[in-house]
DNA sequence: CATGAATGAGGTTTCATTCAT
DNA sequence: TATGAATGAAACCTCATTCAT
């Protein structure tokens, strides 16, 4: 993607007053919700500032450009669902595999699941923005997590490698991905999340024991 | 997704053969290498025509907009896809399930390396673009070849249902895409097809011996 | 001045259409009268457009950018002067110093008279815009003309050097532009003719005689 | 020119010693600094607030728009050259006519040359704020005063009328900008220095020579 | 049928200026 | 008095689409 190249992303102005922060927050939530009744390609800086209440200008005095704009509201939801995996991750520790497994799992759908629009509306951006960045952070903290969890595993004899775990992080977003696109029900997705506890127990189930 | 809502998608003219012309398919060619080149946010019809040796106004005699060249470059591909793995699934028919897996896995997988750049060029534009209508058609698709080939396995007791058989999918094409944009090498894509493999063989084990 | 770096000013289309150079020609026309009218700082593409009788798409598809547009305004003029100053150097060969210094600044003040307002209107423009770089080609134009000029005055016995020269010129067109802005009637411009002629002999005379 | 007509261009409060104020001059040297480094068209009131190291605010309190904050500045710089020049008028009194003309040319380079940055800075943004009044000022303090010195030159017959002397003014302003801008050298300055003189005596000599 | 000049709505971004704190 | 967040008009420029030739 030779788009998105060598653009400043860092905010332009950190809020300090009070009233700053109110208005940071509210650009962000409106961002959010341009995007879900607009979509990704109507999702315009001037709708974006009326929808906060706010003038361009204001938008424009925090956020240097609307890449910026949008890389940090994917940066904000993109550490949210990290922050609750990882914590699932310390939680798990010195349990059998497949309690971790179902902890990852869970924690992971759930956070998913309390921000579904917020997920949806990101998806599509996150390429234009340069977002890849931000994917491969979230992608390294979650694998080390995983790793490090893995390790106080009492039934694991072999450590799956780096790649087995980023590609079941991979299989799990894109099928959340798939799933939430298609707009499922509450109800589909707590039969996913038994789905993705049985893949992932079994994946890693598979590869733990392959040198046995 | 609100956005293309009622646009016309068909191809505004249809002639016995008008898809095969030499024109269309030079059009459809210089969509992916602008896509590749240029990027998704400057794929414009101009620059289209231009890159397919011929003027914008012959572009929108074959395609009535900009969405509906897209959607037809999107379906092209996907057809492809769905061609390969239906073949497969035809050749797997009546062998154990280990190896029907192994082989609807590489034919997926082989399909979408040999297209790899088409395939990043076009996940971008694929939502904007109501492509979601295509890759349903897709899954579906692929979800009854499955299904049928499944129907032949010998030691497969408990057939998968459809949920967990589109969920492989998804977390299959999930991951893949994920590789893809990182830009995988063609060593890597061995590993993830072996990794694969893996994953579906005891993800589908572990579905298929549940009741058991 | 760091403004104006590094903008691509090579005019987007080369009007080969009857239709096309008579855009072109308006367009240019448009820019002078605009910058007439409204002043250096209300000089925007679109009324230019406007006021060309086209639409700004259109102004955009001849010039890459405004900057663009006024560089070429800014050439088109300077040419002007230069070829007319030019004939004159040619004309005046072989003739008495005096001779030749009336002739030369007789043409070049005729030619700014002609054109009194584009000469104004350009004056503030052109250092915004990256003028220099033509203004430069221009002095380099006359002063050849009028060194080679000089070689064949039979009076003159100390060529004078190229700082001279430049400074003559210099001088010329600064007096010239604070005449202009100020509005200087025609009789005032006769006057300052013959001011300017005086200037340039005795000036040249006394360089010319100095050695001895 | 028919911008900036009708703007209150005078200092908004003028305690009685406000324009020594440090702020004043802070900000007045800001804005030299910022045009220096920026350029003219990115000469933001805020930026050239945020040098001088106050608010923006704080700015518009000492003036009571942009353009009068230029032509401040400009003002500032056109004085102290007059109030140079005028001196060297003054002391050049009862001299004869080529000492006269070196003083003041000395004068009037040197002063440039010290502040060559300054005026360099202030060419562009003259003309857009309305400069072109106070230059008609100083070229009325400078005419005077030559005209009263060269009154009580021993060596001039007919006495240079307005025309005549505005016009060395303005060839030799001319001359100095043109060489300013292309970033001319000391080395340089000292030729062009001689060079003005020997044209001023040369073109004054010829004038006031003329009815012998 | 093909061409490509023309259109113009609409997007992003800047910046002089104000005013509540 | 000083501050700096907020304003919003207005500038530049793009690009999907049409239609006369």
Redesign the pocket.
């Given at each position: 993607m030779p788009a998105a190249a060598a653009?400043p992303f860092e905010p332009r102005?950190m809020p300090?007053?009070a009233?700053?922060t109110?208005?940071v927050e509210a650009i962000s939530e409106a961002t959010i919700q341009v995007l879900l009744t607009h979509g990704s390609d109507?999702?315009?800086?001037?709708?974006v500032?009326e929808r906060a209440?706010?003038?361009?200008?204001?938008?424009?005095?925090?956020f240097?450009?609307?890449?910026a704009l949008l890389f940090a509201v994917i940066q904000d939801h993109l550490e949210a669902v990290a922050d609750q995996v990882e914590a699932a991750c310390e939680r798990a520790r010195n349990k059998p595999l497949d309690h971790m497994m179902r902890e990852m799992v869970e924690a992971y759908v759930n956070v998913k699941m309390e921000r579904a629009d917020i997920s949806v509306a990101l998806y599509n951006v996150a390429q234009d923005v340069g977002g890849s960045v931000l994917i491969k952070r979230v992608m390294l903290r979650l694998r080390k997590a995983i790793e490090a969890m893995l390790q106080t595993a009492p039934d694991v004899e072999v450590q799956p490698d780096r790649f087995a775990i980023e590609m079941m992080l991979a299989a799990m977003s894109g099928a959340m991905r798939s799933l939430l696109e298609a707009g499922g029900s509450a109800a589909m997705m707590r039969t996913l999340r038994e789905h993705f506890v049985l893949l992932c127990q079994s994946y890693m189930g598979a590869i733990s024991a392959r040198r046995n």
């Open positions: 653009t102005k300090v007053q009233r700053s109110v208005t109507r999702l315009t800086t001037t709708r500032a209440g706010v003038s361009v200008g204001t938008l424009y005095q925090y240097p450009n609307k890449a």
